[in-house]
């Protein structure tokens, strides 16, 4: 099961896993905290929360950038998960709407400053043939922590703290675990330094990777804040009581189908498996807007947890079989730039159209995008040669 699965795709998902779990324990209790304790209202959150996630997709982007110009990744792999690791916590102290945003400001450089470089040493770890599995493999530790850092605040909560700000503090141990794991237990991959230079627009990059790029923006303008889904399930008989198990039951299943999912992406094909996984997003959008009940919902949540499980690993694995060794740490800056930057007014125009249509144009409209770009990746020129070339995987 795990052949294939070098030492640091290993320790990087057991990092992921404790991240999640600490961003999780916080996460969850972030709108009441905002709203409830300090008294701001929901477009406060909003903003933070925006300026937040365009943070990140900036910093990913330049930090993409910087790791192709340098030999090795883990340190600012280090960098970025120490930074939000220490900055995370620091919401216990907050006691303003400002003094949330620069905490979680502070936690989303770091995770702009990490997400790129890791991706690269991902790809640099491991054998091309193997690469759908390691993702695959990856996000499947990830969203473990994304089903236990809620689990874990609840039961905290529940019986042995009444304050959100014990809990909040409490998070700071499994960030500092997973910190501790980079320092001892990953290993740096060494790569030729990228011959590209200058700013602008000569560190896009060029030919087949610009193309899957464009089309994955088209995707990604359709695919709004998963937010929406729970409102809808609000609107359909959902009771606030069941929404945390919802969304429980949803990252079980992103979970356990992200590593098969990308295992079949090495034998068959990844461009296949995309476009696939988006064929399931433009049918779960069109099952949203039809649904009619509560158990509709649960039905759909599950089949939408396919979706990430055939697209999350696999879309990274595919860029990184485009990209050049020394140029994949830019390759994956300009793709989480791209998912990022197009996330914001994905969001905006969904939401637009539910307030100013319906509910089920919103749906329609992100089904509809889908299916375009599915026929996009359909139509789209394969590199010329697609055979895997061989490598000898890190530790």
Known sequence: MFSGISGNVLILGLVSLLTDVSSEMIYPLLPLFVTGVLGAGPYVLGG?????????????????IACDRIRGRKALVLAGYSLSSLARPLMAL????????????????????????????????????????????HRSLDHMGAIIGPLVAAALMAWFVTDVRTV???????????????????????HEASRRTGTRLKMVPA????????????????????????????Q??????????LWTFFHVVKMSSAMPFGT??????????????????????????LASSEVHIWLLFAWYGLFYGMTEGVEKAYLSDLAEPEER?????????????????????????????????AFYFGAVLACLAALFLLAWTRPASSV????????
């Not at 696939?276 to 099952?287: N, Q, R």
């Not at 990022?340 to 509910?359: C, E, K, N, R, T």
């Open 168 to 190: 909040f503090w409490l998070a700071a141990f499994p960030g500092i675990l997973a910190v501790i794991l980079i320092i001892f237990k990953v290993r740096d991959r060494s």
């Open 207 to 234: 030919g087949n990777i610009r193309g899957y790029l464009l089309i994955l923006l088209l995707f990604t303008l359709g695919n709004s804040s998963d937010a929406f889904l729970l409102l809808r399930a609000g």
């Open 48 to 64: 933070i929360e925006g300026i937040a996630e365009s943070t990140a997709a900036l910093v990913k982007l330049a930090s993409g």
């Open 329 to 361: 740490g830019n390759a994956f800056g300009w793709y989480n730039f791209a998912v990022g930057i197009g996330a914001l007014p994905a969001s905006v125009l969904f939401g637009m159209i539910w307030q100013f249509a319906s509910p089920q144009a």
């Open 236 to 245: 359909l008989g959902v009771t606030p009581a069941r929404i945390p198990l």
């Open 94 to 137: 907050a006691s303003s709407p400002l003094a949330v945003l620069v905490v979680r400001f502070s936690d989303r450089i770091g995770k702009g400053v990490r997400t790129s470089p890791r991706d690269a040493l991902i790809a640099d770890s491991t054998d091309l043939a193997q690469r759908g599995k390691a993702f695959g493999f």
């Open 388 to 395: 895997p070339k061989t490598i000898t995987p890190g530790p």
């Open 264 to 289: 079949l992406s090495d034998r068959i094909g990844r461009r296949g498996v995309i476009i696939a996984g988006w064929a399931v997003y433009a049918l779960a959008y069109a099952g949203f807007a």
